[in-house]
C-alpha cells in the first residue's frame, strides 16, 4: 500500500505477525486524511510498527490521528509502536504525552536499523 503526495509519504508493508508503516514528510491538516486512511487501511496483525525517521513535522492533528489508531489498534488485541521518529516529532512525542501511551522504539546506530525485522511486502495502490 502507498500513499504519496508532495508532502507525505506513507508505504505499508505486510508481513504474517506485523505490518511496518513508513511514514515521511510532513503530517498536518492538510495530510493527516492521507495519513489516517494509511492506518486505518493496514490489515489487523498483532503489532503495527510506524517507522518515523522521515517525519519532519507531526501537528495536532496528527497526534490525534496516532492517538486514535492507538486505540483502535489495541481494540483488536495488537498495538502500535512506534519507531525511530526524528528529533522534532520525538519531542512532540514527548510534550503531548503520548510517549507514555504507546511504546516507543528509538534505533541507536545504523547497525540496529540494519537488523530490524525484514517482512514480506504487499503492496497496493491507494488513491491520493
Do not use: Y
Not at 10 to 37: H, K, P
Not at 41 to 69: D, I, K
Not at 107 to 127: C, G, I, K, N, Y
Request: hydrophobic share 50%.
Amino acid at each position: 500500500m502507498e500513499e504519496h503526495s508532495d508532502r507525505l509519504d506513507v508505504q505499508v508493508s505486510v508481513g504474517d505477525q506485523m505490518v511496518l508503516v513508513r511514514v515521511a514528510g510532513e503530517v498536518d491538516i492538510a495530510t493527516v486524511a492521507a495519513f489516517r486512511s494509511a492506518l486505518w487501511s493496514a490489515p489487523a496483525r498483532p503489532v503495527l510498527q510506524l517507522e518515523m525517521s522521515g517525519l519532519r513535522l507531526l501537528s495536532a492533528a496528527g497526534v490525534r490521528t496516532l492517538l486514535a489508531a492507538h486505540l483502535r489498534v489495541r481494540a483488536c488485541g495488537g498495538e502500535l509502536v512506534l519507531v525511530d521518529p526524528s528529533p522534532v516529532v520525538a519531542r512532540v512525542l514527548r510534550v503531548s504525552g503520548l510517549h507514555r501511551v504507546m511504546p516507543i522504539l528509538e534505533l541507536t546506530s545504523p547497525m540496529e536499523a540494519a537488523r530490524r525485522p525484514a517482512v514480506a511486502t504487499t503492496d497496493l495502490q491507494l488513491a491520493a
